[in-house]
């Protein structure tokens, strides 16, 4: 999301027919305005299903999310900021989303399903989007394709080099880069086979407009592409302190199928509260060009809208950074991938004849970030179970009293007692305690 313009966009309102922005808008520049007033937008194609309002494959999704790696997450974050900057007109930019290319060609397509990513060229500045697409080899009669995005573009407002100057952009937005890239990793590395394409976008040109998103969103409608939903990512590891880590869902410039659907996979899976109707009041980020195309368009964000990182964009005024890694809470992010592997592993089977298996749990919505299913709940006749957390979850110690299997684990592994109950832990779990599947 990008800060104030104001003094620049109020000059070129007139120019371009539209008002000028007030002083709580972000995203509001003048090749934003330029875009939207000189882009001819086509009537997208309509979703060829209905969207559900519940999840229906926890089956499916559950093992997918016990496979989350926040070191191989942290990792993929932590390069990405290492570019000096990732403006849209420079070649930092250009390499940044080389390197996103280059870690999804790094990935291997399991049997029975493929794999491609592609640069998508602008014609008006150098970045290219980041698009990868993982279906079946063999298609389904399934109809559209599911849509998944953030962007990797960066602003320094502030610095004295420009908004072009260095900045690391961890939260804004290498974190919703990474919770996308794990989500893929993590499909591709279990043999998951979508029923219907999967895409992942990592747009560039976010900052400076929803330049991007908008270009590829109405390439595709001009293409009659079907698309069932949009998922965007935006800002994803920032958690205000002294509040409860959340969940935002944005009711502006999203369509209600769709924010009703990823409620309900933010609440099955992430292990968040769901804080629900926000609004930015504008378009501030790519969801919108999805939006404004006529396609299905949703957004998670880190946060309510007040509690957002107070200092994307900016740097200080003698260039060191804000936006830094030691802002970001990893377990934060992992709640991004497992709402986003839930979303679009849910819409990729919808509808397509793979019959759904009932669970009937869900994940934690307090306490330590889950990565793993549920486990059956526990018989009449069994011990008080006063765990923080589910012995199938990673997440911190647990005390050996908490309940039999617990007691069981820290017998023979002292760590998960004593420093984290991490996934050895929960893999012990299938080892040291009957009638527990994990």
């Not at 989350?68 to 900021?81: N, Y």
């Not at 849209?88 to 399903?113: E, H, M």
């Not at 292990?271 to 299905?296: H, S």
Request: net charge negative.
């Amino acid at each position: 999301m990008l800060l104030r313009l104001l003094p620049i966009l109020a000059a070129i309102s007139c120019v371009l027919a539209v008002p000028p922005p007030t002083a709580d808008k972000d995203e509001q520049t003048p090749e934003f305005f330029a875009a939207k007033a000189l882009m001819q937008l086509v009537a997208a194609p309509p979703s060829p299903i209905t969207m559900p309002t519940a999840v229906a494959f926890q089956t499916t999704v559950n093992p997918l999310l016990t496979t989350i790696d926040i070191k191989k997450m942290e990792a993929w974050l932590v390069k990405l900021t290492q570019f000096p900057e990732r403006y849209y007109k420079s070649q930092n930019g250009v390499d940044a989303a080389k390197w996103i290319r280059d870690t999804v060609q790094a990935l291997t397509a399991p049997a029975g399903t493929k794999l491609t990513v592609s640069l998508y060229s602008h014609p008006k500045w150098i970045q290219p989007t980041v698009i990868a697409r993982y279906e079946a080899v063999t298609p389904t009669s399934a109809e559209g394709i599911v849509i998944a995005g953030t962007h990797f573009d960066t602003y320094a407002i502030g610095h004295p080099n420009g908004v072009g100057g260095a900045n690391p952009a961890a939260d804004d937005c290498a974190s919703g880069g990474s919770a996308l890239f794990e989500s893929l990793r993590v499909m591709t590395t279990n043999g998951f086979i979508p029923g219907r394409p999967i895409e992942f976008h990592w747009y560039a040109a976010e900052e400076a407009g929803l330049l991007g998103s908008y270009e590829v969103a109405n390439d595709y409608a001009a293409k009659g592409i079907k698309v069932v939903s949009y998922l965007n990512l935006d800002q994803s590891g920032y958690v205000k302190k002294g509040t409860t880590p959340v969940i935002g869902i944005f009711a502006d410039y999203t369509t209600a199928a769709a924010t009703k659907f990823v409620t309900a996979t933010a609440k099955a899976y992430s292990g968040l509260a769901v804080v629900e109707n926000q609004k930015c009041g504008y378009e501030c980020t790519d969801n919108a060009a999805w939006f404004d195309a006529g396609y299905n368009s949703a957004l998670a964000f880190e946060s309510s809208f007040a509690n957002a990182f107070p200092y994307n964009d900016r740097t200080n005024s003698d260039g060191s950074p804000l936006d830094t890694f030691d802002k970001i809470d990893m377990n934060h992010v992992v709640a991004f991938a497992k709402n986003t592997i839930g979303f679009l592993v849910e819409l990729s089977l919808t509808g397509t004849g793979v019959t759904p298996v009932p669970s009937t749990t869900t994940a934690k919505t307090t306490g330590p970030v889950p990565t793993s299913s549920s486990v059956p709940p526990a018989t009449s006749s069994a011990p008080a179970d006063t765990c923080v957390h589910k012995v199938c979850v990673t997440g911190v110690k647990l005390t050996s009293t908490c309940n039999a299997c617990a007691k069981a684990i820290c017998a023979a592994d002292s760590y998960c007692c004593s420093s984290s109950w991490d996934a050895t832990c929960v893999k012990e779990v299938a080892q040291y305690c009957t009638g527990i599947t994990c």
